[in-house]
Structures are given as C-alpha cells and as structure tokens.
C-alpha cells in the first residue's frame, strides 16, 4: 500500500534497509538450493521443490522492487533520513502474498503424496482460499478508516474467514492423513503446520494492533513503521524459504523410505580407453 512516512534516524534507516537486502539475498539462495536439491528426491516430489524455487523467486523479485522502493522515498539530510515526497510502496507486499501465500499450500499438499484424485481438489481448495484471504484483507489495508468497526475491521474480518478455514483443514481434515506418516515425516509435516501458523499469524496481529490500540501503536511514528518493516520480512523469509527447507526434508524422507537412491541416478563415469 501507498503510505506516508516519518523522519527516521540513520539506524533505523538501515535497519530497514538492511532487513530488505538480507531477504533479497535469501530468497536468491534458496531458488538456487531448491531448484539444484530437486535431483535429491524422487521424481515425484520434484514438483514440490519447483514450487519452493518459485515461490523465493516471486519473493525475492518484489523483495528488490520493494528495496528500491524504501531508497527511493528517503535521503540522507543533517544527519537524518527525511521523506523525499515519493511515497513508499508497501503494495508490493500485497501482490507478492497474491501469488506465493496460495502456492505455499499447494507445496505442503503435493509433497504428502495424495492420491490424485484427492491432490488435485485439495490443493485448489487451499490455493483458492489462500488467495481470498489475501483479497479480501488488500481493501482494508489501504482504507483510510482505520477504526475497529470501520471499514478496515469488516474486511480484516471477512479475511479472517478463510483464514480459520485453512487452519481448520490443515489441524483436522489433513490430521489422519499426517498421522499415518512415518514418525520423521510425520514430525516434519506437523512442523511445517505449525510454521505457517506462526508466520502467517503474525500478519493478522500487525493489521489488528493498529485499530485496537491507535493510541500506543500510531501507524505512521517511526517505531511503528520500522517494527512492522522488519517484522513482515523476518516472517516472510520463515514463510517462504524456511518452510521450502522444510518441504525439501519431507520430501527427502519420503523417497528415501520409498527407496530411492540419489546415488543410482548417477552414470558411473565412463573409463576413457
């Protein structure tokens, strides 16, 4: 979203900015992990690792656009960093979750080895629920009625519906199938659960503390802003590439108990003459 800004000191300038080069620099790492760590696993969990690359791929591109973003909207004046009139545009953030939030179910779905028939609906359910989360919260967020009841709370609510649906699919409908794992990828898929819960969770208490205390946690006072800043980029990196590392174990585990072997997937070399 477009937001004015505060006047912020050199620290928490390149807090800011520093937080934004580290998830730049992350999320390039784990493309390049995921997409080389897809031939550790059984060509059937492969396509799992392909949406963990391009989910870190999505993140790390709107990462640098929101990077430039930040450099733009400020510049170094006696010794602080004042506002230069171009309004930082947080919006990237928004389009961002439109697109990896949704694939980050699909990873969890395609790596628990469904059958088919099951995989498919699954993963366009949570996909699809996924994505009107992100919809239904966008309308709130850059809403200028900030109240409880106002305009931001009816749509921070609407979005929460969907919310509570996955959570309910991934703890209860998805609980039997995760339990007829073995012990090690049963551990792993439950701590994958439990990641997107403690990622995910940390957006709906940013966009509530606001309406709830405005007078503690103003929404444009420099600790504010530099708080959220680092707080969405330390969850989305747990979320994106934290959780792909995550869904690349799964997968590791599986094939390794279906038996595959990394090591007869490579050709001897040939003896030269």
Do not use: C
């Amino acid at each position: 979203m477009l937001q004015e800004l505060p006047t912020l000191t050199p620290g928490q300038y390149s807090l800011v900015f520093n937080m934004f080069s580290f998830t730049v620099a992350t999320m390039t790492a784990a493309f390049v992990f995921f997409v080389m760590a897809r031939n550790n696993v059984a060509p059937k969990y492969r396509i799992s690792m392909m949406v963990s690359a391009l989910v870190v791929f999505i993140a790390g591109y709107h990462y640098f656009r929101i990077t430039s973003s930040w450099e733009a909207a400020y510049a170094l004046q006696n010794g602080m960093y004042q506002p230069t009139g171009e309004l930082f545009n947080d919006a990237y953030r928004y389009v961002d979750w439109l697109l990896t939030v949704p694939l980050l179910t699909v990873e969890l779905v395609l790596v628990m080895g469904l059958p088919k028939n099951e995989r498919g609906p699954l993963a366009a359910k949570l996909g699809f629920l996924a994505a009107l989360m992100i919809v239904l919260g966008y309308p709130g967020e850059v809403s200028e009625n900030a109240a409880l009841f106002g305009t931001r709370g009816l749509w921070g609510f609407l979005s929460t519906i969907p919310f509570v649906w996955i959570l309910y699919i991934l703890f209860t409908q998805l609980g039997d199938t995760i339990q007829r794992q073995s012990s090690r990828v049963s551990t792993l898929l439950g701590n994958a659960r439990l990641l997107l819960l403690a990622t995910w969770g940390f957006y709906p208490i940013a966009y509530m503390i606001p309406m709830a205390f405005p007078e503690a946690f103003p929404s444009n006072t420099p600790g504010t802003i530099v708080a959220l800043q680092v707080g969405y980029t330390i969850a989305d990196v747990l979320a994106k590439a934290g959780y792909g590392v995550l869904i690349y174990n799964i997968a590791k585990a599986k094939s390794e108990e279906e038996g595959f072997n990394v090591s007869e997937m490579v050709e001897p070399a040939t003896a030269s003459a």
